[in-house]
């Protein structure tokens, strides 16, 4: 296990890639420094960590090199700490099927929430709500073959399709919220349903995921730094 001081994350609290990497540190019990970033004057360690993208998080472990990008981290924390809460399914073939669906949330599914926050008009929010639930009904299905009807996509435990998802359940209420809609229902993706409840509740998870405020103060960010597209 990593000793005190060891392991550092470099982030900001509403970021949900900083958020999954958050939950698998947390999955796996590592003890960590978070040293919070502002990335309206990113500090020079950041910028040194992560010089071609300049963004978070970086996970720096002791003398070895900075890591960047969320889900390279989560491997490689659960590479060098197997021995508590594997999070990487054990068959090369399920590990491939789950990297190809960690790969459509983050390339196909949460863009379309910025598809949503930058339409011109209520049309355009209409379609981008649409598509939002065309592609959680197809992740309804991809949890009914991963979980084999268990609690998980990773079954009895968190896996990683679990934290590939989950950290965005924050993002994905507030933009419920913001837009009166639901991504997950009844209706389309019951199953789902209760998988977030379930993850919210997990005490790995919801000490990971941002507040309403923090949220809140991003997204004004954002708003003010690449506003909606004009009609």
Not at 2 to 9: D, M, N, P, R, V
Not at 118 to 141: F, H, N, T, V, W
Not at 158 to 178: H, K, N, P, R, V
Request: with cysteine; aromatic share 10%; proline share 6%.
């Amino acid at each position: 296990m990593a000793k005190k001081g060891e392991i550092k994350l470099l982030g900001t609290p509403a970021s949900h890639f900083v958020n999954r990497v958050q939950i698998g540190l947390n999955l796996k019990c590592i003890d960590y420094e978070f040293i919070s970033e502002n990335l309206g004057c990113k500090s020079d360690l950041l910028l040194k960590s992560n010089p071609v993208h300049q963004r978070v998080p970086v996970l720096l472990h002791a003398n070895e090199p900075p890591l960047i990008e969320s889900l390279l981290i989560i491997e490689y924390i659960d590479e060098i700490f197997p021995d508590v809460h594997p999070i990487l399914p054990r068959a090369p073939s399920v590990r491939a099927h789950n990297r190809t669906w960690a790969y459509f949330i983050d390339t196909q599914f949460f863009p379309l929430f910025e598809d949503l926050r930058q339409s011109p008009d209520k049309k355009g929010e209409e379609e981008a709500k649409i598509q939002i639930r065309e592609a959680a009904k197809l992740l309804e299905r991809v949890f009914v073959e991963c979980s084999d009807g268990k609690a998980y996509f990773g079954g009895d435990n968190i896996g990683y399709l679990d934290i590939a998802l989950g950290c965005f359940l924050g993002w994905i209420t507030f933009s419920e919220t913001l837009n009166n809609y639901k991504v997950f229902d009844e209706t389309i993706s019951p199953r789902l349903v209760e998988w977030a409840k379930k993850m919210r509740s997990h005490e790995a998870v919801k000490n990971a995921l941002p507040s309403h405020d923090a949220l809140l103060k991003h997204y004004s960010m954002i708003q003010y730094i690449k506003p909606p597209r004009t009609a």
